[in-house]
């Protein structure tokens, strides 16, 4: 048995975009036994993972961690998150580590000079360098989330006017510079004629009800706050499309194989985090040649410039048209 713990925390995209190397680890390494380290957020969309043996969470005080680890008697570390806390645990622990090469300083560069050194590659292929002494390479099978039955929503039943389909809108983003603005997602509402399920958490509740009460659509159901994050997967994995920002749910989306609009705002897919899935499931619009965009690598509150351009500027019926495109097929 070769026992490794892999450590990632950070967000849901990026818990769901460690699945192929997880995947790939377990299934060609023998004897491979997987345990992953992740905060109590994030837990449910890994401990129904097939690939996963154990999951171990985050205490709040990093010494009851090492401590957990410690007795777990780990073969190796695969650090998928590299920070300052799995260096400490790293350093603590003198576990044999290999690390996810982090391209901080190439985004420091892209961020505030415009100046692209990013490596053409995305962060799941570079996930995978951390394991390539392992003679671990992708499979090709893409990303995964596993959603028990008990989390499977049953959309025909609580919705028979959406059994036909539906398109699914993320209506939030972790950071307001990353949102899509009402007044763009009320256009492409307004002028779509398909069934709408808005999803978010309590937070993006009140743009979701600003949305329907706007509208004069009895298609459009407000799913925001009303189910947890396993919940509102099966949601997506039920819907024709998702329309969303740079979102944990786009990655979600890319697990299901369905079609994507993804709509960026002050964060670029340069980055490495566009869509993980066949390139005829997910188009990207974004708003090129702004002397201010990256203005961050990760997102603000409010935009630095107070134009919000990056979002205010995109190209509403072009995006409309793909979504029609997508829909005919």
Same mark, same amino acid.
Request: hydrophobic letters at 40%; proline letters at 4%; charged letters at 25%.
């Given at each position: ?34 345990? /992953?380290?992740? =905060?109590? +957020?994030?837990?449910? %969309?890994?401990?129904?993972? #097939?690939? &996963?043996?154990?999951?171990?969470? !985050? ?27 799995? /260096?400490?645990? =790293?350093? +603590?622990?003198?576990? %044999?580590?290999?690390?996810? #090469?982090? &391209?901080?300083?190439?985004?420091? !560069? ?30 090709? =099978? ?188």
């Amino acid at each position: 048995m070769v026992k490794f713990l892999v450590i990632r925390s950070s967000s849901i995209g990026d818990i769901v975009l460690t699945t192929p190397v997880i995947r790939c680890l377990k299934q060609q390494v023998e004897g491979a036994e997987i345990h /992953f380290l992740t =905060k109590q +957020s994030y837990v449910s %969309l890994v401990k129904h993972n #097939p690939n &996963v043996d154990k999951v171990l969470v !985050l205490k709040e005080k990093l010494s009851y961690t090492i401590k957990e680890i410690k007795q777990e008697s780990y073969d190796y570390i695969i650090d998928l998150h590299n920070n300052l806390r799995t /260096f400490a645990i =790293k350093n +603590s622990t003198r576990i %044999l580590s290999f690390s996810f #090469p982090k &391209v901080n300083f190439e985004k420091w !560069l892209m961020v505030n000079f415009k100046i692209n050194r990013l490596p053409d590659k995305h962060v799941v292929e570079r996930y995978f360098e951390t394991v390539k002494l392992f003679d671990v390479i992708y499979d090709g =099978k893409g990303l995964e989330l596993f959603i028990p039955p008990e989390k499977e929503i049953k959309v025909s039943e609580i919705l028979p006017q959406f059994k036909s389909g539906y398109i699914s809108i993320a209506v939030g983003a972790k950071h307001e510079t990353k949102r899509i603005p009402e007044w763009i997602l009320l256009e492409i509402i307004k002028k779509i004629n398909c069934p709408i399920i808005l999803l978010g958490d309590d937070k993006d509740a009140k743009i979701a009800e600003y949305l329907t009460s706007n509208l004069n659509n009895s298609l459009i159901y407000n799913a925001c706050g009303k189910y947890d994050l396993l919940e509102s997967a099966s949601l997506v994995k039920q819907s024709l499309l998702l329309i969303t920002a740079d979102t944990g749910l786009m990655h979600i989306a890319a697990a299901f194989s369905k079609k994507i609009i993804s709509i960026w705002g002050n964060t670029i897919p340069k980055f490495g985090m566009y869509p993980f899935t066949t390139k005829e499931n997910y188009s990207i619009f974004e708003v090129n040649n702004l002397p201010c965009r990256p203005c961050s690598k990760l997102g603000f509150n409010k935009c630095p410039k107070k134009h919000f351009k990056c979002m205010n500027e995109q190209n509403v019926n072009e995006i409309i048209k793909q979504i029609e495109l997508y829909l005919n097929e």
